[in-house]
């Protein structure tokens, strides 16, 4: 029974230092480093985040990109509701549909209003005119379009 004795003392006195260890630190030094206060809501820049109640636009099956095919009007950047002319040339080699997606953005890209419209069965070759509306943020720099062809679901 000698041959584990020692084993057994100090297996017992490892955990007496773990003990009294553990007793040396205060509840403050175990909760670890504390927050920085986060700025108030006032103090924040909201003026170039995206709105949360953006449009989504179909989606389009099939989908082939067709900006190519879109000639647009003026396209103003001034806070409110917004409306973009233009007209499509279909450049589709069979009846098609055309979503066409118009997002007002930032200059480091965040999307300050979106309005988009379904054209359905658009023949080859065809010209349609339309109209974009949306309600645009403050903050809007640059019109960027989207226009795809294929088969939108709705």
Do not use: H
């Amino acid at each position: 029974m000698k041959p584990y004795v020692a084993p057994a003392r100090l297996l017992v006195a490892g955990v007496t230092c773990l003990l009294m260890l553990s007793g040396c630190t205060s509840n403050s030094d175990s909760e670890g480093p504390k927050p920085s206060k986060s700025p108030s809501p006032s103090t924040l820049d909201t003026s170039a985040i995206s709105p949360q109640d953006l449009p989504t636009p179909p989606p389009v099956a099939k989908a082939k990109g067709a900006v190519a095919a879109l000639k647009l009007g003026k396209c103003a950047l001034t806070p409110g509701k917004q409306t973009v002319k233009g007209t499509i040339a279909s450049t589709a080699k069979s009846t098609t549909d055309y979503l066409v997606v118009m997002n007002w953005s930032t200059e480091k890209g965040d999307v300050m209003g979106r309005g988009y419209t379904v054209l359905k069965n658009v023949k080859p070759a065809e010209k349609r005119k339309l109209a974009i509306t949306a309600k645009v943020a403050d903050g809007a720099k640059r019109c960027v379009p989207f226009v795809q062809y294929g088969t939108v679901r709705k």
